[in-house]
């Protein structure tokens, strides 16, 4: 059997294109030799957890480029991040407006910290079943019945690409005197070059949490947090930080941010210009697509869509009524094409100021010869709209009955799905990636839940998270839902 690393060079030698992360494209390299730089805290390179050297003015460069007041590195991710951000900014029991198509790591910040979560659901673009932004309002709104909430935490951009308007709801944010966490994972590359959309950090934002891997040259696990104003307690956030993250973290990681920030710094316009000329190229290509759609500038203005990442390309088949993880095997298996992931019936590829105008090109005659295919196979575009008019992969509303860290304390039992129905779900069920939960420990299992679970399974796609492989049943409490002991949220 081969070795972990004889398959990635062999990987790496293929003609396979990356339209996934991380986003240096496998390409943009400076690492020559990573066992001769890879060394620990000693004299005179500073430590990650107490900087005062070098590793503080890189991080100082960060702040400069994001506009921050100041800058963290991140060394496993935005995990990390997104936990201290949470953990520093709610009292342990507090209570936390969050959105419910958050990343599974800001469910185990609530976890750890013991916290009564509020859901915030996203608008939703029924045209290709995927979510939109957050209503203003509706937050307005929850903030002025709940005055126990002491956070609010956001997703902007969406794994998709859509962005809230941020500005907005930070100044609403703001009047009640709490702060407002977004994680920008998506969007490490905004607010750098023309044409794509500023970032949360600029928009008002307190802490702001970015995979620098994601959409820039860096390396995977390479993120950053962001801090601004006075409505966050910087020791309390340092002390989290310390405690999330390793206390051996790697200066190769840490050289990979510096590297990309100064790079940014450097050539940042240019290669924005670049990346935007092959974008709009790639558009020209593919605009007379019939089954493949991909939405865009069209999405502004509706659905609490306040702007859209330019970088993501959602290929919709939805008009065809084939599946998102069809085109996906489709593209990797006869055009040699990586995508990022599949979702119900779009296919997400993701691309960075790395790629190259060849990449471009063979993705846009790809779909142009899948397009072609689809159009004779399914040539009754009106019957095929139809067939998918009802169909919606976006999150079921779901009634919240206990707190996701007393979940831990009651008996479950393993229940089949069609027996699931009514009964507390005592673990996560999800689609990874992106890594949002479908279901939460504490949350009522509906029928319409269920429906959806076995849709996606009727298409191949595994939901991950359950204790069971085979995915056919789900950890419950063992009593029905009406014989449980619930919280009553104070008002």
């Known amino acids: ?46 430590n ?7 590793i503080l003015e890189a991080q100082k460069r960060a702040a400069r480029l994001a506009h921050a007041q100041e800058s963290f590195f991140l060394v496993n991710g935005s995990t990390g991040g997104i936990l201290s951000a949470i953990s520093a900014s709610v009292k342990r029991g507090g209570r936390i407006l969050m959105a419910r198509n958050s990343h599974k790591s800001a469910y185990h910040a609530a976890f750890l910290r013991d916290l009564e979560v509020v859901y915030l659901y996203p608008q939703v673009i029924e045209e290709y079943g995927i979510h939109g932004g957050y209503d203003p309002e509706e937050i307005e709104r ?13 997703t902007s951009p969406t794994y998709d690409g859509v962005v809230s308007d941020i500005e907005k709801i930070a100044q609403i944010v703001h009047g009640f005197g709490i702060p407002l966490i977004v994680d920008e994972a998506h969007g490490a590359h905004f607010g750098i070059g023309c044409g794509f959309p500023k970032s949360a950090v600029q928009q008002g934002a307190d802490l702001v949490i970015q995979s620098l891997h994601k959409t820039l040259p860096s390396l995977t696990q390479t993120a950053i947090l962001h801090r601004n104003g006075s409505l966050t ?21 840490i050289a990979a941010m510096d590297q990309c920030i100064c790079q940014m710094e450097k050539n940042g316009k240019e290669m924005f210009r670049n990346f935007g000329d092959n974008l709009s190229l790639f558009h020209k290509k593919t605009e007379k697509l019939s089954m493949i759609q991909i939405p865009g500038e069209e999405l502004k203005g509706k659905d609490g869509v306040f702007d859209f990442d330019p970088s993501k390309l959602i290929l919709s088949v939805r008009r065809s009524g084939k599946s998102g993880k069809w085109l996906m095997e489709k593209l990797r298996t006869e055009y040699h094409l990586e995508m990022e992931m599949a979702s119900g019936d779009y296919v997400l590829a993701m691309t960075s100021v790395a790629d190259r105008a060849e990449g471009f090109e063979r993705l846009a005659q790809a779909l142009c010869s899948i397009d072609e295919e689809l159009c004779k196979t399914c040539p009754d575009l009106e019957v095929q709209e139809k067939n998918v008019a009802q169909k919606t992969f976006s999150l ?20 089949r799905w069609q027996e699931s129905v009514g009964r507390i779900s005592g673990e ?36 991950q998270g359950l204790e069971d492989e085979s995915g056919s049943a789900i ?17």
Request: overall charge negative.
């Open 1 to 46: 059997m081969r070795t972990i690393y004889e398959k990635l060079v062999e990987y790496g030698n293929s003609d396979a294109y990356p339209f996934h992360m991380p986003g240096h494209k496998r390409r943009m390299g400076w690492l020559e030799k990573p066992f001769a730089v890879d060394i620990t805290e000693i004299d005179g390179f500073d």
């Open 48 to 54: 990650l957890h107490h900087a005062e050297g070098i």
């Open 142 to 154: 929850q903030l002025k019945r709940d005055e126990k909430i002491e956070a609010v935490f956001l």
């Open 233 to 253: 307690d910087r020791e309390r956030l340092k002390k989290y930080l310390q405690i999330y993250q390793t206390s051996s973290p790697s200066y190769v990681f």
């Open 396 to 415: 079921k509303k779901m009634e919240s009955v206990m707190r996701i860290s007393q979940m831990e304390e009651v008996p479950l039992e393993r229940v």
């Open 428 to 463: 996560y069920a999800y689609l990874y990636p992106p890594g949002i939960p479908l279901i939460v420990p504490g949350e009522k299992i509906t029928e319409e839940f269920v429906q959806q679970i076995q849709f996606y399974q009727s298409r191949q796609f595994q939901i």
């Open 475 to 491: 950890l419950t409490a063992v009593h029905k839902c009406s014989g449980l002991e619930t919280e009553k949220r104070d008002q």
